[in-house]
Antibody, heavy 122, light 106 residues
Framework: QVQLQESGPGLVKPSQTLSLTCTVS??????????WSWIRQPPGKGLEWIGY???????NYNPSLRSRVTISVDASKNQFSLELTSVTDADTAVYYC??????????????WGQGSLVTVSS | DIQMTQSPSSLSASVGDRVTITCRAS??????LAWFQQKPGKAPKSLIY???GLQSGVPSRFSGSGSGTDFTLTISSLQPEDFATYYC?????????FGQGTRLEI
């Protein structure tokens, strides 16, 4: 079955750029018509959807983060990536990648990656 | 954005209890609602989609209901492994939003 795994630095300095990659295994990111999303969860808090990408490269971002977020895809590597610029300590969170279901539209998230804790600190 | 409000924020219960968690949307979302379970240090796990659809592999003691603005998640007979935090999520429109969570504890 499809599995997702986040990777990237666990520590980012304030004002710098947070970069994470999600590697998809057990299925092709370019087939099935799914949207692939990033979601984050600050320590001890709730979940915030960041945005999604489709295999064609089309994206949709949360307006609250749109000015700082870029999600990209590399179908040849079966990966999609997140960049968040000008980070502050408010961006400290566990970052999850997830597949949206059903294909082709807004949906729920299944499966999820295990999550990657990113701490913003000097 | 559509605001999702869960109640209660926390709940104490015992093994064998029947438990109901409520989620209210700030506007009508038809049945575009999902429920997730999250245990400490773990990723959320999908339980229910389309308000009442049981995700494959999820025990039948979990059920969901509702449409429009008011939804419920019911656990018919609590098991020890069910003590966790539960979140609702609307997917009627972007941005996708989640409830604040309900912590279910002994």
């Amino acid at each position: 079955q499809v599995q997702l795994q986040e990777s990237g630095p666990g520590l980012v300095k304030p004002s710098q750029t947070l970069s994470l990659t999600c590697t998809v295994s057990g299925g092709s990111i370019g087939s099935g018509g799914h949207y692939w999303s990033w979601i984050r969860q600050p320590p001890g808090k709730g979940l915030e959807w960041i945005g999604y990408i489709y295999s064609s490269g089309s994206t949709n971002y949360n307006p609250s983060l749109r000015s700082r977020v870029t999600i990209s895809v590399d179908a040849s590597k079966n990966q999609f990536s997140l960049e968040l610029t000008s980070v502050t300590d408010a961006d400290t969170a566990v970052y999850y990648c997830a597949r949206e279901r059903p294909p082709g539209g807004a949906g729920w998230f299944d499966p999820w990656g295990q999550g990657s804790l990113v701490t913003v600190s000097s | 954005d559509i605001q999702m409000t869960q109640s209660p924020s926390s709940l104490s219960a015992s093994v064998g209890d029947r438990v109901t968690i409520t989620c209210r949307a700030s506007q009508g979302i038809s049945n575009y609602l999902a429920w997730f379970q999250q245990k400490p240090g773990k990723a959320p796990k999908s339980l229910i989609y389309a308000a009442s659809g049981l995700q494959s592999g999820v025990p039948s003691r979990f059920s969901g209901s509702g449409s429009g603005t008011d939804f419920t998640l019911t656990i018919s007979s609590l098991q020890p492994e069910d003590f966790a935090t539960y979140y609702c999520q609307q997917y009627h429109s972007y941005p996708i939003t989640f409830g604040q969570g309900t912590r279910l504890e002994i």
